[in-house]
Nanobody, 124 residues
Framework: QVQLVESGGGLVQAGGSLRLSCAASGRTFSTYAMGWFRQAPGKEREFVAAITRSGSTTYYADSVKGRFTISRDNAKNTVYLQMNSLKPEDTAVYYC?????????????????WGQGTQVTVSS
């Protein structure tokens, strides 16, 4: 299983930007679709964004469309989540995940590996 480590979380004011990174182990990273999920206090974990193995197709939750962008650099074994126009409701622990298909990640059907999570706090 691929090992994932998130970074880039922190405290930011509403309207600001933040970029999360997820570094994967060097073995077979390009064979995995990747995704981002988040879990806010008192809420269930929810899907945020996903990207196919090649990066040709992306999926986004309606709540983040137009504000967040997922991308990947297979040469660096890294997936990113660029978050712009952040809102207080974006506050959550963000998790990186790997799976066989990006679509399945978007529906939370199949998730193979999870990172440890990184806290994102957006102040008003």
């Amino acid at each position: 299983q691929v090992q994932l480590v998130e970074s880039g979380g922190g405290l930011v004011q509403a309207g600001g930007s933040l970029r999360l990174s997820c570094a994967a182990s060097g073995r077979t990273f390009s064979t995995y679709a990747m995704g981002w999920f988040r879990q806010a206090p008192g809420k269930e974990r929810e899907f945020v964004a996903a990207i196919t193995r090649s990066g040709s197709t992306t999926y986004y939750a309606d709540s983040v469309k137009g504000r967040f962008t997922i991308s990947r650099d297979n040469a660096k074994n890294t997936v990113y989540l660029q978050m712009n126009s952040l809102k207080p409701e974006d506050t959550a622990v963000y998790y990186c995940a790997a799976g066989a298909f990006a679509y399945n990640l978007s529906t939370m059907t199949t998730v193979g590996s999870w990172g440890q999570g990184t806290q994102v706090t957006v102040s008003s």
